[in-house]
């Protein structure tokens, strides 16, 4: 169980590593769009909500079925005004998915938002400090 959470939490920093170098590769190649809060917000959260509805179907094929259509609902029915909001949709799904699937996927799942949030802070501060 704690080596699983270990192995987890490496992916989970290897995810956040990935999306910073993107974003800081696509702000060097002065892509200014990537540098606004709800770009970037969606380019770190996205990848670990992936990563997390992943994890709970890849074992459950009537689960995976039903999430197709979950995911589906929420992009064609809904007019989404911005990749954020889109990206705070699928975490709402993502949560309850992994509570439905068992608890600790759920606890893991915050966890990793958790740790992801405080490397937004961060880059927040530090763009307006070295602005």
Same mark, same amino acid.
């Not at 169980?1 to 702000?27: T, Y």
């Not at 606004?36 to 997390?52: G, V």
């Not at 989404?80 to 996927?105: C, H, M, N, Q």
């Given at each position: 169980?704690? /080596?699983?959470?270990? *192995?987890?939490?490496?992916?989970? =920093?290897?995810?956040?590593? %990935?999306?910073?170098? @993107? !974003? #800081?590769?696509?702000?060097?190649?002065?892509?200014?769009?990537?540098?606004?809060?709800?770009?970037?917000?969606?380019?770190?959260?996205?990848?670990?909500?992936?990563?997390?509805?992943? /994890?709970?179907?890849? *074992?459950?094929?009537?689960?995976? =079925?039903?999430?197709?259509? %979950?995911?589906?609902? @929420? !992009? #064609?029915?809904?007019?989404?005004?911005?990749?954020?909001?889109?990206?705070?949709?699928?975490?709402?799904?993502?949560?309850?998915?992994?509570?439905?699937?068992?608890?600790?996927?759920?606890?893991?799942?915050?966890?990793?938002?958790?740790?992801?949030?405080?490397?937004?802070?961060?880059?927040?501060?530090?763009?307006?400090?070295?602005?």
């Amino acid at each position: 169980m704690f /080596s699983s959470f270990i *192995g987890k939490s490496i992916d989970i =920093l290897v995810l956040l590593f %990935a999306s910073l170098s @993107i !974003r #800081f590769g696509l702000s060097y190649l002065k892509q200014n769009w990537i540098k606004t809060f709800s770009q970037t917000a969606t380019l770190i959260f996205l990848p670990i909500i992936t990563y997390t509805i992943t /994890s709970v179907i890849s *074992g459950n094929i009537a689960l995976s =079925l039903g999430m197709v259509g %979950a995911l589906s609902i @929420i !992009r #064609f029915r809904n007019p989404v005004r911005s990749p954020f909001e889109l990206t705070t949709y699928f975490t709402a799904i993502t949560l309850g998915i992994a509570a439905a699937a068992d608890i600790k996927w759920l606890l893991f799942f915050l966890y990793s938002l958790f740790i992801s949030s405080i490397c937004i802070l961060i880059i927040t501060k530090s763009a307006k400090i070295f602005k």
